[in-house]
């Protein structure tokens, strides 16, 4: 490795840590304020006006996107971590015991420890600068995030349907017998032919499919199309999650991101 590559590697772990760490300390942060100092950030930084109100409205959602971004972070951290200690100036001089210990403490203790308690002892300081750069990124994590999940789930409610449990670690028809109506048998039900679709109904109120008629209702979610519109659903939305990620920079990043939007739909089990 040349001197200038070991350079611009060490910079991109030292952002990705940086920004691993404010993601963490940020989240540590908002949920330690307290009404009146959110009251008191809303009111001296006009410009977060609309945040504040989006965090005490929705913590939920400011707290998936803090959790998803930390998470998006670290993925290409380690990664690069893992090609400099396996490629760079230390590389064949470290046992493998000391590079996972190496990697261990950059990841929980300067990505989250330290982050975390300078968060607890000045909450409101990190919270107002945290929010800045938080507020840029928070609607494009935001849809990203919905559309990547949703693919990731209907994909999921796929295999109640077509997977092998050998394969998918999931029972067959594990979702409907735990009263959960998904996407492929909504559809169907909306598609199908209004005989064919009280009789289902009433197989699915009795519970009979499964006592041998589990056949049946693949057959029934199949042939109206329930399958393929929940293909097609996912694929549309794994690809609305690749487009929200144009906007990211870097590409290494942007890559690494789009592989796991990749996988969300391909994936076996």
């Known amino acids: 490795m040349t001197l200038a590559g070991l350079a611009i590697l060490l910079v991109a772990i030292a952002v990705l840590i940086f920004c691993s760490g404010l993601f963490s300390g940020l989240e540590t942060a908002l949920f330690s304020l307290r009404p009146h100092q959110l009251r008191r950030l809303e009111t001296n930084n006009p410009a977060l006006a609309s945040f504040v109100r989006l965090f005490r409205d929705h913590p939920r959602r400011v707290l998936n996107v803090l959790l998803l971004g930390d998470g998006l972070v670290k993925v290409p951290l380690v990664v690069l971590c893992l090609f400099l200690l396996w490629r760079g100036p230390l590389a064949g001089h470290l046992p493998q015991w000391l590079a996972a210990i190496i990697i261990f403490a950059v990841v929980v203790l300067l990505c989250d420890l330290i982050p975390k308690l300078l968060a607890l002892s000045a909450p409101y300081r990190l919270s107002a600068i945290g929010a800045f750069t938080l507020r840029a990124s928070v609607r494009l994590l935001d849809r990203f995030g919905r559309a990547l999940g949703l693919a990731f789930q209907i994909t999921d409610d796929l295999f109640d ?109």
Do not use: C
């Open 161 to 269: 349907y077509l997977g092998a449990e050998t394969v998918t670690g999931k029972a067959l028809g594990n979702d409907l017998d735990g009263g959960k109506i998904t996407l492929p048998l909504i559809n169907a039900l909306r598609e199908a032919p209004e005989r064919e679709r009280l009789e289902m109904e009433d197989l699915i109120r009795s519970r009979d499919f499964r006592n041998g008629h589990w056949a049946d209702v693949v057959r029934f979610v199949t042939v109206h199309g329930g399958v393929a519109y929940s293909q097609k659903t996912s694929a549309q939305l794994a690809e609305r999650a690749e487009e929200e990620l144009e906007a990211v920079p870097d590409l290494e990043i942007r890559e690494s991101l789009q592989a796991a939007v990749r996988y969300a739909v391909t994936r076996e089990r």
